[in-house]
């Protein structure tokens, strides 16, 4: 009795680790924009508008909002129309300062009563997106802070990959841990 107790109760765990596993690859998808195709984890959802896709990786207040909306876990995957005004002040965005479309104080990612602040990078360097392709990668340092006072509430990275031969720009504001292997993974066509 004791051996098929023991039986059951592997068998059982077994089960219990493999399904999960299982389902989640299932219910994976992929997103494809300008040749690069990226695989995605379950439970990520995709907005495309145009020239932008939003892929929301957690909580999200408002899904189908626009580029500095608060309280919403995601990054931004833009192309050359939203590259055509990705620099402050609605410049052309060139990777040599953040992208930031808009010409005044926007609010802080995690809290819509601060405003959000993009100092100065912490990385520069390469980084692959897929077989053979390699994008710009820059980490910059990001501040809220509040409206009336302009006390620091919180910190943050927002971290771009850019592609300028292809002419797509990454955007996370979340430092999401999972988003550097899906990236690495892209395969292109």
Not at 80 to 85: F, N, R, V
Not at 109 to 122: E, T
Not at 156 to 164: K, T
Request: charged share 20%.
């Amino acid at each position: 009795m004791r051996k098929i107790v023991l039986a059951l109760a592997a068998l059982v765990g077994a089960t219990v680790i493999t399904v999960p596993q299982t389902a989640q690859a299932a219910a994976a998808g992929a997103i494809t924009f300008r040749g690069m195709t990226l695989t995605i984890p379950s439970g990520w959802r995709v907005h495309r508008d145009a020239d932008r896709i939003k892929v929301i990786t957690g909580r999200c207040v408002k899904p189908t909002a626009g580029y500095f909306t608060p309280k919403c876990e995601a990054f931004w995957i833009f192309g050359p129309k939203a590259l055509k005004y990705g620099q402050e002040g609605f410049s052309s965005y060139t990777g040599k300062q953040p992208f930031y479309p808009a010409s005044d104080v926007q609010r802080c990612p995690f809290d819509g009563g601060s405003g959000q602040v993009i100092g100065k990078a912490y990385f520069k360097g390469l980084r692959p997106v897929g077989r053979g392709h390699k994008a710009a990668f820059t980490g910059w340092n990001g501040r809220c802070v509040r409206y009336d006072n302009g006390r620091q509430t919180a910190t943050f990275h927002q971290r771009e990959w850019f592609l300028p031969t292809s002419k797509i720009l990454v955007v996370d504001v979340w430092d999401n841990p999972r988003l550097v292997g899906v990236l690495a993974g892209a395969t292109w066509n």
